[in-house]
Nanobody, 119 residues
Framework: QVQVVESGGGLVQAGGSLRLSCAVS????????MNWYRQAPGKQRDLVAS???????NYADSVKGRFTISRDNALKTTYLQMNSLKPEDTAVYFC?????????????WGQGTRVTVSS
């Protein structure tokens, strides 16, 4: 059974940094894309950053230059380094992975980790 587990959230002051981790286990298929989403209270879940198996990255405009996504394919882990945090970055951050499958389920989500940025 595929499991996706995030860690690293917490409370930080504006201007501070946090690093989120997302570890995947139980998959038999290659992990194509690894993504970080976030959802603030009362708002929709939005894509923050993504990284392909080849290391190509993509970022939401709101986090460009402040957040860096990376992955370790051997450890089946992705990281989100968040610098210069702002109160508007406060949200629950979710890890999402997409497996290379032809049939069956390809998308898996973690349970989320909360990030709170105080002003």
């Amino acid at each position: 059974q595929v499991q996706v587990v995030e860690s690293g959230g917490g409370l930080v002051q504006a201007g501070g940094s946090l690093r989120l981790s997302c570890a995947v286990s139980g998959n038999k298929n290659k992990i194509n894309t690894m993504n970080w989403y976030r959802q603030a209270p009362g708002k929709q879940r939005d894509l923050v950053a993504s990284i392909t198996s080849d290391g190509n990255t993509n970022y939401a405009d709101s986090v460009k230059g402040r957040f860096t996504i990376s992955r370790d394919n051997a450890l089946k882990t992705t990281y989100l380094q968040m610098n210069s945090l702002k109160p508007e970055d406060t949200a629950v951050y979710f890890c999402n992975i997409r497996l290379a499958v032809v049939f069956g389920k390809a998308d898996y989500w973690g349970q989320g980790t909360r990030v709170t940025v105080s002003s």
